[in-house]
């Protein structure tokens, strides 16, 4: 049942003719690409699980030592009796792999957006966030108490303009793959505007770490990876786990250590997740095909959406945007998907931006072409159902 807090912000009426209610959705089980869901086995395209790794027999075997090892819980917070030589293991490989001198581990990929934004935006002359932006970096800034502004999805002119009139010093904060239109930033245009205006960037690699760049992210694929660079994610998306993680320089990680509050005041993240997301890391470093695979299928569901005339980009992003605008037709289109054994996500505002709700089509390296032209037939039916579409 929806928390009374998500279904306030919906439409009650939306529901109208829709029988099955698209969230809260409880599984029974996950299986790669298929799920069930109330005694049926749907075709999955609704997992952030990008690189089939969650259910990886390595990655459970992994979790399962750690369990053994150290418990289930770390009882504490990292600062004082938290921290294991799991953690370290999993920041130093981190680290690593993104080219950065530190890296710090968060219980969640929330708090690692929300606590880093909030720290780092203390002492900045303002926080400046991409107008679509994930939730936990606005939050962020809003904790911060610097003051807040927006500039236009992508627009790195509307940016440029805000910056010039702004004290330099600022933060900027974007996505480097945006959760609901799988839209890509261009971060190249976005640093340079930031060096010239003396802003510090911090990027979202949530969507685009094991995704762009041969799986090390947006940031590497832009070639943006110097220390003035600050990125944070999750392993709850491509890394097959949950927690969060922030790197950059060892200046940078001592303030996180030293002052985040998400960070000091919440338990560390637990030996199982821990030991997973290291593993996943791995398996990453070792199979680079899982990374192809993953935006391949994404390509072939576009392609084939754009014969149809949807106007979708061709960026690597594992994320398929069906933008339907009206939030019925959404759930209608949703409906005839998951009635033709097809499980997507409906995202309504304001999860996306009023008047461009969406289908959310996401793919995983599970996926074979057979499944992607399963849902491009399903998705043909839909859309005929909802009317033409609109997408990017
Ligand atoms: C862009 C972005 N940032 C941060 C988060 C938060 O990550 P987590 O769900 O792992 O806490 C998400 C997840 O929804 C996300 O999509």
């Given amino acids: 049942?929806?928390?009374?807090?998500?279904?306030?912000?919906?439409?009650?009426?939306?529901?109208?003719?829709?029988?099955?209610?698209?969230?809260?959705?409880?599984?029974?089980?996950?299986?790669?690409?298929?799920?069930?869901?109330?005694?049926?086995?749907?075709?999955?395209?609704?997992?952030?699980?990008?690189?089939?790794?969650?259910?990886?027999?390595?990655?459970?075997?992994?979790a399962q030592q750690a369990l053994a090892k150290f418990g289930a819980s770390t009882n504490g917070s990292r600062v004082l009796n938290g921290s294991t030589t799991l953690h370290e293991a999993l920041e130093r490989s981190l680290a690593d792999w993104l080219g950065s001198e530190d890296c710090v581990l968060f219980p969640t990929g929330y708090q690692a957006c929300m606590g880093v934004v909030a720290t780092v935006g203390a002492r900045a002359s303002a926080v400046v966030l991409d107008r679509e932006a994930h939730a936990s970096l606005f939050d962020g800034a809003r904790q911060s108490?610097?003051?807040?502004?927006?500039?236009?999805?992508?627009?790195?002119?509307?940016?440029?303009?805000?910056?010039?009139?702004?004290?330099?010093?600022?933060?900027?904060?974007?996505?480097?793959?945006?959760?609901?239109?799988?839209?890509?930033?261009?971060?190249?245009?976005?640093?340079?505007?930031?060096?010239?205006?003396?802003?510090?960037?911090?990027?979202?690699?949530?969507?685009?770490?094991?995704?762009?760049?041969?799986?090390?992210?947006?940031?590497?694929a832009a070639g943006v990876t110097g220390t003035d660079t600050l990125v944070v994610g999750t392993f709850s998306k491509a890394l097959g786990s949950i927690g969060g993680f922030a790197v950059g320089s060892s200046q940078f990680a001592l303030e996180l250590r030293s002052k985040c509050r998400s960070q000091l005041f919440s338990a560390a993240l637990s030996p199982a997740s821990t030991a997973a997301a290291l593993e996943a890391l791995n398996i990453l470093r070792a199979e680079p095909a899982r990374v192809a695979r993953a935006s391949a299928r994404a390509a072939t569901i576009r392609a084939a959406l754009r014969e149809d005339g949807l106007p979708l980009s061709n960026c690597a992003s594992t994320i398929v945007p069906v933008v339907l605008s009206d939030a019925a037709r959404v759930l209608h289109a949703w409906q005839h998907c998951f009635d033709s054994g097809v499980y997507v996500n409906a995202v309504l505002a304001p999860a996306a931006p009023a008047g461009r709700a969406l289908l959310r089509v996401s793919c995983t390296a599970d996926h074979r072409e057979s499944d992607c032209q399963q849902l491009i037939d399903v998705l043909r039916g839909a859309l005929r159902l909802g009317g033409a579409g609109e997408a990017r």
């Fill in 1 to 62: 049942m929806a928390s009374p807090h998500f279904a306030a912000q919906i439409d009650a009426s939306l529901f109208t003719g829709t029988p099955d209610f698209p969230f809260y959705l409880p599984a029974v089980s996950f299986d790669g690409s298929r799920v069930e869901i109330a005694g049926r086995t749907l075709l999955g395209f609704a997992s952030n699980d990008y690189l089939g790794l969650a259910r990886h027999p390595g990655v459970i075997g992994a």
């Fill in 145 to 220: 108490g610097a003051r807040v502004c927006r500039f236009e999805h992508n627009d790195v002119l509307a940016l440029r303009r805000r910056l010039k009139a702004l004290d330099r010093g600022a933060l900027v904060v974007v996505d480097s793959v945006y959760s609901m239109s799988g839209d890509v930033a261009p971060l190249a245009e976005i640093h340079a505007c930031c060096s010239e205006f003396g802003a510090t960037l911090l990027i979202d690699e949530a969507h685009g770490l094991g995704v762009l760049g041969q799986g090390h992210g947006g940031a590497y």
